[in-house]
């Protein structure tokens, strides 16, 4: 059995304790150097190999995901939400109450109908955006799924080195 230790903040380097080496760069392509072809120990290194690159697609959505609404407040983001809801709401009946957005009208000296068309224009931006970032982790994840650590090393290899976000 082969045990792995995994420091993704420093480059991204896996260590077998069995003498092989997955170093993993900054676009995610893997090297893998094995202290001998042990089928077992190429299956261990590909599995350990798999599981870093899947940390790094996670940590690569949750940055794209951040960097939507990145040059807003927290107060401004946990907000949004519910001020996309308000605005739905309105849209289909404009007789619906709309506290957090009539406060922001009258506050900003505009129409209430001035903030609904923002706010969903907003949200259809990031409703499309969330769409896209969710969908490459999707297709990348996929992807990955398909490298099977049991099949021929270099292949399998290839395979895991052709996934980049």
């Not at 420093?10 to 072809?37: F, V, W």
């Not at 794209?64 to 309105?90: D, I, M, N």
Request: glycine share 8%.
């Amino acid at each position: 059995m082969i045990h792995t230790s995994l420091d993704l903040a420093t480059a991204g380097k896996l260590q077998s304790t069995e003498g092989g080496t997955i170093t993993i760069e900054a676009d995610l392509t893997c090297t893998l150097r094995t202290g001998e072809d042990a089928q077992e120990e190429q299956a261990g290194l590909l599995t350990a190999a798999i599981n870093a690159k899947y940390a790094y697609l996670e940590e690569a959505q949750r940055l794209a995901f951040g960097s939507l609404f990145a040059g807003y407040t927290p107060e401004q983001r946990e907000t949004f939400w519910a001020q996309v809801g308000e605005a739905e709401k309105f849209t289909a009946d404009n007789q619906t109450p709309t506290p957090f957005l009539s406060g922001r009208a009258a506050r900003e000296g505009v129409e209430l109908q001035t903030i609904v068309a923002e706010v969903l224009a907003m949200a259809g931006y990031a409703k499309a955006v969330n769409g896209d970032i969710y969908g490459e982790f999707r297709a990348l994840t996929r992807q990955l799924a398909d490298v099977d650590p049991a099949g021929d090393y270099a292949a399998e290899l290839d395979k895991l080195n052709l996934i980049v976000w």
